[in-house]
């Protein structure tokens, strides 16, 4: 009766969403791409797994689970690996990729694995002046300012990634029945890091762009959503079984300016993906007041941070819409007791969500025991298993 109730609720909102959206999303989704016929049978392996199917919404025998930058700085054998080699230098060694990414499938039982790079790893392939800086985040050489800066966003071409799809070809055929998540950054996100030129507070150089200059805005932002479909597609032709698209700062934005000057990117990135058969899920931090615009963007799964409870979470997206999240990743240095109350209590919020894939509502912080996530998976597992 309440479903019913909720599924009209949301049947309405969608309707005057469409509207007031001028169509826009809605011609977006029925750009056509060619379908990728590369992707390797053993891909099909992952298909039944609980992480996709709960991806798909359907029944699972348990919640899934996976950490956002579950390989990383937690783990000694990362730092081992990782040892006198940049972290950029990394993400272009398929070795490397490889090795790191498989890391945390052998600690721990989480349902999918997440490919080992970075956002800004195309943006480094197609030459742009970008370095990450250990303890910072990514640095940019010279910020873009003017209409001329855009020229040193060239598109990107599956050759300038070939250790991405030497890596993720070798990978899926390593993890079996185990899924592999790609994933890139997001227009937003990577225009923020370029405009300021490294992190930022609250973005103010970016968000002055999009009010000052609004055609130099969609125009970067423009070639970032090519960059970034491109990206995205070199890693779904290699094989990964699922797609996370990263805004991670876009919650520095209101719901009418995300409207403006960021859905019509996003949802482009989204519509390029449909029909690949690989769910898409979006994740930003902060976004608490977006969800609801996130999901019509055109994903499958929306990732919510650990501000939100998911069962409120649940009432902001429309129906048809699978959750992830949300502990927070501070709670994981906190006991034990502390940490298994935290769970159970997401468990159960996520009930009356369509669909759950238990997660962090942000990274593994460096400081964190990988004995707690191994302990977490489990406890999950356990307490959701129908
Ligand atoms: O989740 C995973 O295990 C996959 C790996 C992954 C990395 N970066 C590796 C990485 C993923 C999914 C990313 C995405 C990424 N990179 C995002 C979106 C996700 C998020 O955190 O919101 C963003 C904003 C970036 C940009 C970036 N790269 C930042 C902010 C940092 C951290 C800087 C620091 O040192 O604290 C990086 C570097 C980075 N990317 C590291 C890792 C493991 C740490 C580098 C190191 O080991 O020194």
Redesign the pocket.
Known sequence: MACDLLQRHFAGLRKILARVYDNRWEAGRRVSHPSCETIPAVTSLAKDSPFLRACRREPVPYTPVW???????SLPE??QA?AGVP?LES?TRADLIAE??LQ?MRRYRVDAA???????VPLKAIGFGID???????VIDEPLRGQHDLERLRPLEPGDVPYVTEAVGALVRELGDRPLIG?A?APF?LAS?LIEGG?SRHHDRTRAMMYAEPELWHALMARLTAITISFLEVQIAAGVSAV?L?D??VGALSPSDYRTYVLPHSAQIFAALAGRDVPRIH???GTGELLGLMRHAGADVVGVDWRVPLDEAASRVEAGTALQGNLDPAVLLAPWGVVAARAREILLQARIAESHIFNLG???L?DTDPGMLARVTDFVHEHSAR
């Open positions: 950490f956002m930058r579950q390989a990383g700085r990362y730092r990782r972290m993400c790191i990414t945390p997440i490919l080992f790079s970075d956002i800004v990450i800086k250990a303890g910072v985040g990514p994933f950054g996100t890091y992190p996370q990263f991670s700062w994740f930003g931090v942000h990274g593994v460096p």
